[in-house]
Nanobody, 117 residues
Framework: QVQLVESGGGLVQPGGSLRLSCAASGSRFVIYTMGWYRQAPGKQRELVATITPGGSTDYVDSVKGRFTISRDSAKSTVHLQMNGLKPEDTAVYYC???????????WGQGTQVTVSS
């Protein structure tokens, strides 16, 4: 069973930075497309950023230029560097891994990010 464990959330002032990390168990990480989603209170979960096994990235428009997703296949870890944080970035952030062979999604438990003065 693959497990994804997030870390790095917290409280930060507007304009500040946080770095989220997601550590994956198992040996198939290198073939997963990894992503970060977020869910704010009363809203649907939305895709924030993705990174393919080859390193191609994609972002939702609202975070382009502020967030950067990266992966370290040697450590089976994916990161989300968040700069220029805004109150509207406040949400629970979830790590996601997609196995293309067995077509299965894996989710972490979520980490809270709160942007407030």
């Amino acid at each position: 069973q693959v497990q994804l464990v997030e870390s790095g959330g917290g409280l930060v002032q507007p304009g500040g930075s946080l770095r989220l990390s997601c550590a994956a168990s198992g040996s198939r990480f290198v073939i997963y497309t990894m992503g970060w989603y977020r869910q704010a209170p009363g809203k649907q979960r939305e895709l924030v950023a993705t990174i393919t096994p080859g390193g191609s990235t994609d972002y939702v428009d609202s975070v382009k230029g502020r967030f950067t997703i990266s992966r370290d296949s040697a450590k089976s870890t994916v990161h989300l560097q968040m700069n220029g944080l805004k109150p509207e970035d406040t949400a629970v952030y979830y790590c996601n891994g997609k196995d293309p062979i067995i077509r299965r999604d894996y989710w972490g438990q979520g980490t809270q990010v709160t942007v407030s003065s």
